[in-house]
């Protein structure tokens, strides 16, 4: 699965824009896979110097409250960043689980913790992704982890050939694991990622 990113405009609502990063994800043919949705405050595609707390708050209101899910994805599976504190948040039972994968971002600490809560949100159908991976200690140590998400994203612009065979090498032992390169900006990239 490959990515790269657009921006799109809501609707105006009491005359303010909403703005929702969609970033395609595809398949090795080319065919939309899902799209990672990611905050924008503007037309520009970047991301603003916001909390991330609040970002992902304000992305989810405005992708399902304020435009709705089916205008920016369609019937495709939403990716949506989420920090370690709103992991352990009661703000899942508005999504719905088949449309949303849980991006677990890379610099939440796993924790038995959390391993209950990713439990409890891979119970209710919601699949889970790690997010930029790079094989860590952490996440060696609580390898029941891997028996619960569906995806791994890895990005191709900062790990090295060596790191990723590492990453591919350790997967294997988890054939529910589906890998993800992320930053393909070249055909070179794209062919080696396949």
């Known amino acids: 699965l490959f990515c790269y990113t657009t921006v799109l405009r809501g609707e105006k609502v009491q005359s ?16 939309i896979y899902a799209y990672e949705l990611l905050y924008r405050n503007s037309p520009d595609n970047f991301f603003p110097d ?3 707390d609040k970002a992902t708050i304000e992305l989810l209101v405005n992708t399902f409250l304020t435009i709705g899910v089916d205008q920016v994805v369609g019937k495709s599976l939403s990716f949506i960043n989420f920090t370690g504190t709103l992991l352990v948040q009661d703000l899942f039972s508005s999504l719905i689980p088949d449309r949303v994968v849980i991006e677990i971002l890379e610099d ?15 119970t209710d159908g919601f699949k889970l992704a790690l997010d930029d991976f790079t094989l860590r200690e952490q996440y060696v140590v609580y390898e029941e982890l891997f028996r619960l998400v569906d995806f791994i994203k890895i990005d191709f612009l900062n790990t090295t050939i060596t790191e990723r065979n590492i990453i591919e090498t350790y997967i294997k032992k988890f054939p529910n ?5 992320e930053k393909i900006e070249t055909k070179e990239q794209f062919n080696r990622a396949k």
């Open 177 to 181: 694991i589906q890998l993800l390169a």
């Open 108 to 122: 939440v600490e796993i924790t038995p913790s959390l391993l209950t809560k990713i439990r409890a949100l891979k």
């Open 50 to 52: 916001v909390d991330a």
């Open 16 to 31: 303010m824009d909403i703005f929702v990063g969609r970033q395609p994800i595809l398949t090795q043919n080319g065919d």
